[in-house]
Each structure stands twice: as C-alpha cells, then as structure tokens.
C-alpha cells in the first residue's frame, strides 16, 4: 500500500521561505514520476512542480525560479523547497506520486 506523509507546512510572511517534505511508502520516490500540487481556496488543484524518474524537473510558470523539488533516494521523500513566498501561494500542498497516488495534503499559508 502506497503512503506519501507531507509535512513542513505552515503560515510564513511574504518573502519567506518554507520547505515541504513527502515520505514515501510502498513507493520508491525514484522509480516514478512524484510532483507537488497544490488548492488553493476557490480554485482547483493545480500542478506545482514535478520531479521524473530520470530527475529532470519541471515547474509551473507561477513558481518557476521560486520553487525547487528535490528527492533523497536513500529517505525514499521528495522535497519542495519555496522561497520568496507570496500571498497567491496560499493553499492546501499534495504530494503525488506516479499520478495516481496523494498525500492526505499540507496547509501552507503566506501572510501579506
């Protein structure tokens, strides 16, 4: 059974930085595709960033230069470090993994 665990959430001031880990289970976080997604309020889940099996990486226009993900094979967890955070980055952070597989979803707040 697959279990990703998000932690490192929080509420950060404009401009600050946070980093989000996933621990993964059942799942070997270099085998498949893992990615960050993310709700914010009113809207729908939206990709944030992802990470191949391969390593090569990617990342929505909105975070792109701000955000970096990042796995630690022998933790078997993928990271998501944010800085200069802004309001809009606001929301309810999922780990997935292979694209079918979520994490229960992490808040993370920016203040202004």
């Known amino acids: 059974q697959v279990q990703l665990v998000e932690s490192g959430g929080g509420l950060v001031q404009t401009g600050g930085s946070l980093r989000l880990s996933c621990a993964a289970s059942?799942?070997?976080?270099?085998?498949?595709?893992m990615g960050w997604n993310r709700q914010g309020p009113g809207v729908q889940r939206d990709w944030v960033a992802r990470?191949?099996?391969?390593?090569?990486?990617i990342y929505a226009d909105s975070v792109k230069g701000r955000f970096t993900i990042s796995r630690d094979i022998v933790k078997n967890t993928v990271y998501l470090q944010m800085n200069s955070l802004k309001p809009e980055d606001t929301g309810v952070y999922y780990c997935?993994?292979?694209?079918?597989?979520w994490g229960q979803g992490i808040q993370v707040t920016v203040s202004s």
């Open positions: 997935n993994g292979d694209l079918i597989h």
């Open positions: 059942g799942l070997g976080v270099s085998g498949v595709m």
């Open positions: 990470i191949s099996s391969g390593g090569y990486t």
